[in-house]
């Protein structure tokens, strides 16, 4: 297939992602509401396109899945400062998001049987579990009503993590550095936003969490449609 539409559509996502940073930096707050659910939007018209024709595929149908609950989970929680529910149902979505990545990759998993791990897949898989131990161990006292729920999404979260360091690497290297950046920007955005809400302000917190949730979304749709597909998307 022709690698001219995923490389156009690179620049089109850098676009928006340059929009939305901006209406975030500016406090431009219309233009922020209606780009930033571009962000997930044009990765998942990207993604139906180039993955179209293979309908009935569980594993295309995990991330399209996944892409619908990020986005609503865009939505609500740009609303999160009207009422804490638009926190919980936005909260609530991107579970369900993280719980759809976690079936993408355990299929993967189980399909590749990478029993034989590297030395430094098994370090990664700790450093990620270690670090969100201490990370909920450390900010607890700060969740108040929510330790439990937000518990779940950091286990969740973890076990995210500690597939993608597993996932196998033989095939295409480039592939698997990808899709774990993908998901350690994912682990990083979702941390500065719990630090952000729950434990102290940060200054630019909306930049660097917008940031690292753009680079976490495209990294990992890009590695994961070159798995399941014979795209070839230019990874910048």
Request: charged letters at 10%.
């Amino acid at each position: 297939m022709d690698n001219s539409g995923p490389r156009r559509f690179f620049f089109v996502y850098l676009l928006v992602c340059a929009i939305v940073l901006a209406s975030e930096f500016f406090e431009l707050q219309t233009t922020y509401y209606l780009s930033k659910p571009l962000i997930v939007l044009s990765l998942l018209v990207f993604y139906s396109i180039y993955t179209y024709s293979i309908k009935h595929n569980t594993k295309r149908n995990l991330l399209l899945g996944a892409l619908l609950f990020s986005g609503a989970g865009d939505v609500f929680l740009m609303f999160e400062q009207v009422s804490e529910n638009y926190f919980l149902t936005g909260l609530f979505f991107f579970l369900g998001a993280l719980i759809l990545y976690c079936l993408y990759f355990l299929l993967v998993l189980l399909q590749n049987r990478p029993w034989n791990l590297h030395w430094l897949q098994i370090a990664i898989a700790t450093i990620v579990l270690v670090y969100g131990v201490e990370f909920y161990v450390i900010n607890n006292f700060a969740f108040g009503n929510l330790k439990v729920a937000i518990l779940f999404y950091c286990l969740t979260l973890c076990a995210l993590g500690i597939m993608a360091a597993f996932m196998p690497y033989k095939r295409s290297f480039k592939i698997y550095i990808t899709m774990l950046i993908g998901v350690i920007s994912f682990i990083v955005s979702d941390s500065i936003i719990a630090i952000e809400r729950f434990v102290t302000e940060m200054p630019y917190a909306g930049m660097y969490i917008l940031a690292t949730y753009m680079i976490a979304q495209y990294l990992i749709v890009s590695a994961g449609m070159k798995m399941i597909t014979n795209v070839n998307p230019q990874i910048a």
